[in-house]
């Protein structure tokens, strides 16, 4: 089955910078990467994905890279802002039918004013 | 688009009780449904992917027995979650796929569930 290690859990960084999160994961028959952005007491919300075809996504503040060969794919995020603060994850498919997103450990960020 | 939405958003129930989630895709019909559960500070785990009319199909460790799932329609999975115990107090998470395998799943906003 599939393993997705994400790093690392928690990320504190000043408002205005930029911040990274990494993700590998371990099928290959893997083809798509999503992540999610999830807020105290809610259901995780989609921000980003991206599919093996292509190496990188942009979308605003948010970037996502995958390196296929390496098995490992980053979340970006750009001069970043207070409300940018939650817990995210990265999520990859789960055995090679493709049955069901397994997300990573998760990591919260904080950015600070 | 793409809207799933759960029911109730917190329940508190008594232990040896139980309670029944309704997760239901608004706008879109579901093929694929899938369960959920995070405890605090944790990730989601996976509990259980059902397809419509079909029975469900739960991960290792999870008891099928005691979490009921029912995927009457396109647009509607229930969770049944019998005898309750305190530890399955959680937060349950249920998400909905319109499309094939390793296609964009939606997630409801979640169902705490606290068992006294």
């Known amino acids: 089955g599939e393993n997705v290690e994400q790093h690392p859990s928690t990320l504190s960084v000043q408002e205005g910078d930029s911040a990274v999160i990494k993700c590998t994961y371990s099928d290959s028959a893997s083809n798509y990467f999503p992540w999610y952005k999830q807020e105290l007491g809610k259901g995780p919300q989609l921000i980003i994905d991206i599919r093996s075809n292509v190496g990188e996504k942009k979308d605003q503040r948010i970037a996502v890279t995958l390196n296929k060969t390496a098995k490992h794919f980053s979340l970006h995020i750009t001069e970043t802002q207070p409300e940018d603060s939650a817990v995210y994850f990265c999520?990859?498919?789960?055995?090679?039918?493709?049955?069901?997103?397994?997300f990573g450990k998760g990591t919260t960020l904080s950015v600070s004013s | 688009g793409a809207v799933v939405s759960q029911h109730p958003s917190w329940v508190i129930c008594k232990s040896g009780t139980s309670v029944k989630i309704e997760c239901r895709s608004l706008?879109?019909?579901?093929?694929?449904m899938f369960w959920y559960r995070q405890f605090p500070k944790q990730s989601l785990m996976l509990m259980a992917t059902?397809?419509?009319?079909?029975?469900?199909?739960?991960e290792q460790g999870v008891e099928k027995d005691k979490f009921l799932i029912n995927h009457a329609s396109l647009t509607l999975s229930t969770l049944t979650v019998t005898s309750a115990h305190p530890e399955d107090s959680s937060f349950y998470i249920c998400?909905?796929?319109?499309?094939?395998?390793?296609?964009?799943?939606?997630f409801g906003p979640g169902t705490r569930l606290t068992v006294t």
């Open positions: 706008d879109f019909q579901a093929t694929t």
């Open positions: 998400s909905a796929r319109a499309g094939g395998a390793q296609s964009e799943q939606y």
């Open positions: 059902s397809n419509e009319g079909s029975k469900a199909t739960y």
């Open positions: 999520a990859a498919y789960y055995n090679q039918a493709g049955t069901a997103l397994i």
